[in-house]
């Protein structure tokens, strides 16, 4: 049973808009095939490499086919804003390729399609999810689809369901695994089709004809909405500094963004952390200087933003977790053996390195619990679950205590901490999002329209109206790159991390020097749905920043 | 300097609703005086208890007066959003009664007044502000007016500033010290009049002519906002119990109205566990229980909101409170002469009562740390920084434990907490709050233009659409209880607590079984403030229920 209040009534007949594109038969284009590309990549990817980016053009051809889809769909991973409305777009689209066509989608993530456990997927269902947020239509799930028996598993299914396509909406590595999926699909001349979606809030995957993923847009507005208001407090109150982790698991897009959407006086950015080499140290020196010299013009108040991911960004951290996850690996029966928290800690102390050794027993008690407490079911340090927010909190805490004895800061110091992540992964999408996402719903029917297999649905020109965007399809195989994980080379979709050199970075780099020193906020506000289009359809700067500086090269 | 986004700039155009009582010259009609009341209260205020409330008349006759006033403001307290429009309502009225009229800004709560710090509030900072979130247009604090020096230093100024009245913007406390001001300057023959306004986001200043503080609808819709997105996290992931914390330093008003706009699995309503004695175990029980029904369900998620004041309203942590608080009173020193927190915690261990020693030991150590470490500068724990979501989700982890090997919970449990306080006191105003605070604060102008003193701004009929709202004042001296306070009986407003017999309490009371048992959550969504009326101008419930039963119980 779901209850809609007044706003959700008057959101769920939203009619997302469509690229022009697609709103006739939609016949496709075929760009050029590119002959160059990695030889290693495209060995393990013979059946799917060598295929072009397509496109679709909007004028009023007899469409490729018209018999009808048996589409399956998986939600995979960490919720996204919108995930619904893609489910909502390949449904209309593929009613709209045939009336007969219909979607089942698996419950709860590609487990679903391992056990061949789902539901089919009415106009009913359909209508009631249509502009909501969360992924709660079949559920997600975190199961990754990597070996050749997976792999055996999902065509069973596939072939038990009659499925002629298959939609995964996943981050990068959902992704990765559907290409291969795809390309095992087409090597043991499985007829069903695959094709990705690119889903996550991160805002990690990206570049190569991807522009954003979605839900980045959504969760960074939420967010910034938070910091806003929480800003408008420590102006208002004027004696708290606010500590705001922000999720993302590993890249700082959403810290960048929030950071360019609301004006804090502090962000760091992860990448620059390491970048630059920076110590806690180093980190918490900064912090502590901003707040002295904040203090000394009377405002003894501010706002900090921390990325989820900062810890395995600082080079000494990376180093203390790779250390503890080793070690505690090795000696896990010991460890486990004994029984109070400081023999633990004393434990681990004694068989670290010196340098990881001397950081961990500088750390503060809670903190240093954690990391020896809070492991994976590999037994890794969970460092999502690491607060950072309280860590950074403790550590300026004790500098500023020696800067108020050496008389460097006078003033009084009250932090409070705050992580936002929960709050904003299942917010309804924004218009940008519930557009988007409709339209990635409907580029995926379209390329299984046309029999393309192991493509993820592109969706570009984002910055100009949604009647003006392209909408296409690029192989997955060419976005892959070789990365060692556990001990051996694989092909993945990079995560694309914060460029220090990009556009965003450095707007935020420009002014980031006035933002500490004065306090020149921008409350956000909530995410608007009726207002001015100026107000609702807004995307985010780093969006924007990006498409401008393209343009910008393209006219040199 | 302060930077408006496109969202900021269009809310600022936003002209609030008055009541057509204020459109006009709105001649005054002063009720029949009630003789009765209390003779105690009576005898404390003999120059403003025999007022009669008075209200505002829409018919075109000439005005009061003429003159011009000089009015100075204070916002007193936390802040809670839409008091910047009461300034604003209160400039627009007084320029309106007199073009050379004038409002002075004191800086930083009651300080401002003691101290005679200002500012003139011309109307190019008025325009900057309108209805926008936070206190910070003159800042806000907690200091209190409450001796017979504060209040000659408070005339003081007022003479200095050639003031004809003060408007004083702020919860109980701030409004029965108004009330005591008022009185004091009548009896010395000062001319200034004092008005109060009625402000709390924790809904806790309300009755006697009083339907709402202003706040409470906009602080309450944003957490609410939050909390349903976290509940699309909890039936998408379908894996985290959130335990969320809700701001409201004694009543559970935030949390009750949280719980009708969102339907959470669980609310628990201090004022009833005060009322039925609960222990902390029968809470945590109680919690244990419904994670284990849900979990035989295959539901292994859920919501539970808590209100911020719960701990002091279970009896024996009100206790175990008490006692420590006079404990560490009688032995600060040899306390404060402990290194380590074990000996701290025995030592405190050691003087407590056999029943409170024994809660004490059981409590996780970082809650047992919060209550002796976290003190306010009057030595008292400090009770809203005790992290009573984690208290929680420590015991119900433990209770789970049992139950598991007792068999009767077979499921897994991952909890996550959270608090939200800071995310709503400053947010813009929703259109009821930026409505009805423009309205408190014209209301405010209008009584000292009729030279009353020692009322407080009262608008009426606030479930009706605002044009037909009543507005008026109220005396505060007929507010007053005598309570006891450090030992003596003083002059308060009573705070409004949750009462268990109110339709608001009811309401959940009749749902909460179906709430618990099935997720039957609502998304609430972020504020609108442009979309259709039913979306944009709905007020709290509690409001509406309130106003339902009243309406109900005069037709009988």
Redesign the interface.
Known sequence: ????????T??SSYKPKLPGVLCGNSPIRTSSLKQDGDTEIRALFPMTYDMAPVTFEGDAQTPGTSSPLRIGVILSG??APGGHNVIAGLFDAIKQIHSGSTVFGFL?GPDGLLKNKGIELDATTIDRFRN?????II??GRTKLESEEDFQKSLATASAQNLTGLVVIGGDDSNSNASKLAEYAKAQGASICIVGVPKTIDGDLKGGGIETSFGFDTACK?YS??IG??Q??A????K?W?FIKLMGRSASHIALECAL?T?PNITIISEEVSSRKLTLREIVDGIADTIAYRAANGEQFGSVLIPEGLIEFVPEMGNLISELNELLAAHGEAFNGLSSLPQKREFVSAKLSSPAAALYRNLPD?IANQLILDRDPHGNVQVARIDTQRLLIDLVEAQLKEMKAAGTFKGSFSP?P?YFG???????PSNFDADYTYTLGFTAALLLRERLTGYIAAVGGLTRPASEWVAGGIPLARMMNLERRHGKMVPVIKKALVELDSPTFLEFANNRDTWAK???????????????S??CD?TAYTLQLEHAAQAAHSLT
């Open positions: 049973m779901i209850n809609k209040n007044a706003l959700a008057a959101r960490g919720p709860n909501t947020g969360g992924f709660d559920g997600s939420v909405s938070l208001n929480i408008r407090d102006i208002s109150a004027r708290y606010h959407q004006q809670d409070l705050h929960y709050e904003g992964r299942c917010a309804a004065s306090s020149c906020y921008i409350f956000a506000g909530p995410i608007q749905y009726f207002g001015p100026e107000v807004q």
